[in-house]
């Protein structure tokens, strides 16, 4: 009998090659899922923006910097009205889109709306302190018209603060406190600075001391009506009424702008911030400190910027630089040969794209210096010497507002123009307030005494009045030049230690 295995076997290898079919199918699938998901996991973290590693930790840097930001509390002159009192309820979705100084909301006000002017009245904003021994910036705004000034630690110390020196046009001030060993902020180099960085503010919005916001630079050299001198830094920093002088940071802690203003329908925050960059603060207050005023160039000229018609009638590429419209007859411009109808397209070596960039240059610029010009005249590019003069208004240093003086007890403000040409003096200051026990009074000063000298120096400003009284030889006396009822007298100021 035959016996036939084939079929079996045949039956046994199939088994066997369906069973590591199914084995190797199982693998497969695995393999596939792993890498599958794998490439989809890497596809997705690539093309995420920013993943969570990314994002910045700014607990370090409130840590260690917070301590120098401080709060500024403002007791103002009586007026008898505020800026405030004709407009609505500054919350109202009514108000027109402008652009608001932090300055005009008051803490504790439902609604943000200053109470009728009056003994009290007054601020706040914010500042910061740039040198151990009590030096602050913050914004002009905030001190204006101010009888006195608070200024508030994070450790709940506080200090009153003399106004050292002011800048209307750039919106920044100088404050001083008698302290030492008081933490400090370094100024940054805001040339450096990228649109979409990260940023960091901190200051006292609605009177909210400490409080820290984060954002983005979203563009730069922003030219705001009415500021034609600044260059702002624009962010999207939640800033609010109250953070005005605070400052604004990069991740290295530097001070890369100081808080200035927000475009508001509401009066808040609405994702439009604009601070001061830090290179024009340290111009700015190195002049302060040095002067007690800014002195700001001028070119003389009238302009205007360059559309796509005008460019190409120029034989510009495209629409850049500052169109001179008109020149100052007698100006530095003039003088220098620039005529109607120039195109500016640098200044100093900087290139500028919009008319808009030439004032914060010129106003920048080194006084009686000659700066460079290079401008398209008849479709040729020529480079001149200009030489910068100084513009005749600036020394203005917040003329109308007064100064307290603390250490010898007295509050002085600028003469006015009146009586400077009945005295026929240029600057000086008027006593408007003497503190009884205080050395101005013991020495005879009194109230209506028009400043004139301090030592050998004379009085140009409020500011610079006060300046003169702190870098007096202490425990001495200083002899003080004033006219009273019209007539000349000497008085022997002695200077507390």
């Known amino acids: 009998m035959t016996v036939n295995f084939s079929a079996p076997q045949s039956s046994v290898q199939s088994s066997h090659i369906a069973a590591f079919a199914a084995i190797a ?112 910036v913050t914004n002009a705004h905030v001190i204006q018209n101010a009888e006195s000034i608070l200024v508030g630690l994070p450790d709940q110390r506080q200090f009153d603060a003399t106004l050292i020196g002011a800048d209307q046009r750039t919106d920044l001030a100088v404050l001083k406190v008698e302290a030492t060993g008081l933490p400090m902020l370094e100024l940054g180099d805001s040339k450096k600075l990228k649109v979409g960085q990260w940023v960091l503010a901190i200051g006292s919005p609605f009177g909210f001391e400490y409080t820290a916001t984060q954002g983005i630079v979203s563009a730069l050299a922003r030219s705001l009506p009415n500021d ?79 559309n796509q018609a005008l460019a190409e009638s120029f034989g510009l590429d495209k ?96 003469v006015d123009v009146v009586l400077r040409a009945k005295l026929g003096i240029d600057g000086g200051v008027t006593v408007t307030s003497v503190d009884a026990d205080g050395v101005a009074a013991v020495a005879g000063i009194v109230v209506g005494d028009v400043i004139t000298s301090v030592g050998s120096e004379s009085v140009s400003s409020p500011a610079q009045f006060s300046k003169l009284i702190e870098e007096s030889e202490q425990g001495k006396s200083v002899a003080v030049l004033l006219y009273r009822n019209g007539d000349p007298l000497f008085i022997a100021l002695p200077v507390p230690e």
Not at 385 to 402: F, K, Q, S, Y
């Open 319 to 414: 629409p850049a630089g500052a169109l001179v419209a008109s020149v100052t007859e007698g100006g530095p411009a003039a003088l220098a040969g620039i005529r109607a109808g120039d195109v500016i397209l640098e200044f100093n070596g900087d290139a500028i794209s919009l008319s808009a960039d030439l004032p914060p240059m010129v106003g920048s610029a080194i006084v009686n210096e000659n700066a460079a010009v290079t401008l398209l005249r008849e479709r040729e590019q020529i480079t001149i010497d200009v030489m910068i003069e100084e513009l005749a208004e600036e020394r203005n240093t917040m003329d109308a507002g007064p100064v307290v003086n603390r250490a010898i007890g007295v509050i002085v403000e600028a």
């Open 228 to 306: 034609s001198y600044v260059p702002f830094i624009q962010t999207d920093v939640a800033v609010n009424p109250g953070n005005s002088g605070g400052p604004l940071f990069d991740l290295d802690g530097n001070v890369i702008g100081v808080n200035s203003q927000i475009f508001s329908r509401s009066g808040g925050y609405m994702g439009l911030s604009f601070a001061i960059p830090a290179n024009m603060v340290k111009s700015v207050t190195a002049q302060l400190l040095d002067k007690g005023y800014v002195s700001r160039g001028w070119l003389g000229v009238t302009i205007q910027d360059v």
């Open 25 to 136: 199918s199982e693998t497969f699938r695995r393999i596939f899922a792993v890498v599958f998901l794998s490439v989809i996991c890497a596809f997705a973290t690539a093309s995420m923006p920013v993943s969570a590693i990314d994002l910045p930790d700014f607990k370090r840097l409130v840590a260690e910097k917070g301590a120098a930001v401080v709060k500024v509390t403002v007791t103002a002159k009586p007026t008898g009205s505020t800026l405030t009192d004709s407009l609505p309820n500054l919350n109202e979705e009514e108000m027109p889109e402008f652009f608001r100084r932090f300055f005009e909301e008051l803490p504790d006000q439902p609604g943000g709306r200053p109470p009728a002017q009056g003994p009290d009245a007054g601020g706040f904003g914010s500042g910061f302190i740039v040198s151990e021994d009590g030096y602050i």
